[in-house]
T-cell receptor, first 113, second 119 residues
Framework: AQSVTQPDIHITVSEGASLELRCNYS??????LFWYVQSPGQGLQLLLK??????LVQGIKGFEAEFKRSQSSFNLRKPSVHWSDAAEYFC???????????FGKGTRLHILP | EAGVVQSPRYKIIEKKQPVAFWCNPI?????LYWYLQNLGQGPELLIR????????DSQLPKDRFSAERLKGVDSTLKIQPAELGDSAVYLC?????????????????FGPGTRLTVL
């Protein structure tokens, strides 16, 4: 069965510092992978997705993620965070065939001024 | 263009009372999803509609939860009776439709959710 593990419940970084959020997945075939962001009181917004091809995926708001099959990982990165990046981030794995996606438990990002 | 609209945004009820949530998807989106998001967890699918047909309701607790999408546009999710453990955020999402092929993906767009508190 598909599953997603986000090992960090909370992450705190200083504004301007680099960021990496970890995500590990379990899936029997080539996975379809996603990162979503959820700001307080807002719905989830898709940051980026990986289906195939280049393992380094660029997304919105300056985020990128790298798919590493050997490590079953899809970590999210940003070179310099802004205070507005404080939010909850969800990694997800999906079945494109029926648009069904399974979410991880999320990582809450805190930004220090 | 308006996004996915949900109402109410917040609801407080006493246990054993009924409650209903409403969702209006993005215009033209055939697929509609209801998710449950417990505190500190990721969203979990409750039910998925393709037009007016519920194509995946395997995770919907049918003893107390029901949903409908009568005209294939907006949808209502109901809980009757509500229990303390139902306190959560209920998210609605929509997409253009299941592609049926493993080569494309229809992005799901999420509404802001309804936060339910059962006392």
């Amino acid at each position: 069965a598909q599953s997603v593990t986000q090992p960090d419940i909370h992450i705190t970084v200083s504004e301007g510092a680099s960021l990496e959020l970890r995500c590990n997945y379990s899936y029997g075939a080539t996975p379809y992978l996603f990162w979503y962001v959820q700001s307080p009181g807002q719905g989830l917004q898709l940051l980026l997705k990986y289906f195939s091809g280049d393992t380094l995926v660029q997304g919105i708001k300056g985020f990128e993620a790298e798919f590493k099959r050997s490590q079953s990982s899809f970590n999210l990165r940003k070179p310099s965070v802004h205070w507005s990046d404080a939010a909850e981030y969800f990694c997800a794995v999906g079945e494109v065939r029926d648009d069904k996606i399974i979410f991880g438990k999320g990582t809450r990002l805190h930004i220090l001024p | 263009e308006a996004g996915v609209v949900q109402s109410p945004r917040y609801k407080i009820i006493e246990k054993k009372q009924p409650v209903a949530f409403w969702c209006n998807p993005i215009s033209g989106h055939n697929t509609l999803y209801w998710y449950l998001q417990n505190l500190g967890q990721g969203p979990e699918l409750l039910i998925r509609y393709e037009n007016e047909e519920a194509v995946d309701d395997s995770q919907l607790p049918k003893d107390r939860f029901s949903a409908e999408r009568l005209k294939g546009v907006d949808s209502t999710l109901k809980i009757q009776p509500a229990e303390l453990g139902d306190s959560a955020v209920y998210l609605c999402a929509s997409s253009l439709g299941s592609s049926g092929r493993a080569v494309s993906y229809n992005e799901q767009f999420f509404g802001p959710g309804t936060r339910l508190t059962v006392l």
